[in-house]
T-cell receptor
């Protein structure tokens, strides 16, 4: 049973601070990793993808991957109230014939003005 | 602006009725996924297709749910008969599967309420 674990939160940070969201996964052969943002009542929106160990930066977002520790994280710098949402971690077996993503249950982030 | 579209956006029906949800994937995407999201279970994969062929429907209750892809621009999810426990948001997602690039993009969802 492939599992993706996230702290459900809520994680509360002040505006302008760094928000750190964490995710662990159980399947060692996982090769693709994604962060989705989901506003209340809306659909998941892809915000970051990462495939290699290390950091990947896109604007205020940085995804970090450590395959040896089976750990992926998302850092949001200069957090804004508009970042308040649930963040879903998803893990896939890119390149496998029976490819699909396994999602965590999400971490609720609240950014306080 | 390429997007996944889903209809209807909201559906309220009585127990025992048939429900059909439709999805139009992003043009050119070869993989289509159906998910169900509830507060308790989170996002669950029901079924998915590649190049219109069903690859995995192990997440779907076989006795009442069915998924098809009659052509490359349409995927359907049917529930017959519907039950109150089927109340959830159903998402369709699409992507172009290839090694190193397997991002999925979600539609707006169908919010189903079965009374």
């Amino acid at each position: 049973q492939k599992e993706v674990e996230q702290n459900s939160g809520p994680l509360s940070v002040p505006e302008g601070a760094i928000a750190s969201l964490n995710c662990t996964y159980s399947d060692r052969v996982s090769q693709s990793f994604f962060w989705y943002r989901q506003y209340s009542g809306k659909s998941p929106e892809l915000i970051m993808s990462i495939y290699s160990n290390g950091d990947k930066e896109d604007g205020r977002f940085t995804a970090q991957l450590n395959k040896a520790s089976q750990y992926v994280s998302l850092l949001i710098r200069d957090s804004q109230p508009s970042d308040s949402a649930t963040y879903l971690c998803a893990v896939g077996n890119s390149g496998g014939s029976n490819y699909k993503l396994t999602f965590g249950k999400g971490t609720l982030l609240t950014v306080n003005p | 602006d390429a997007r996944v579209t889903q209809t209807p956006r909201h559906k309220v029906t009585e127990m025992g009725q048939e429900v059909t949800m439709r999805c139009q994937p992003i043009l050119g995407h070869n993989t289509v996924f159906w998910y169900r999201q509830t507060m308790m279970q989170g996002l669950e994969l029901l079924a998915y297709f590649r190049n219109r062929a069903p690859l995995d429907d192990s997440g779907m209750p076989k006795d009442r749910f069915s998924a098809e892809m009659p052509d490359a621009t349409l995927a359907t999810l049917k529930i017959q008969p519907s039950e109150p426990r089927d109340s959830a948001v159903y998402f369709c997602a699409s992507g172009f599967f290839r090694t190193g690039d397997d991002e999925q993009y979600f539609g707006p969802g169908t919010r189903l309420t079965v009374t």
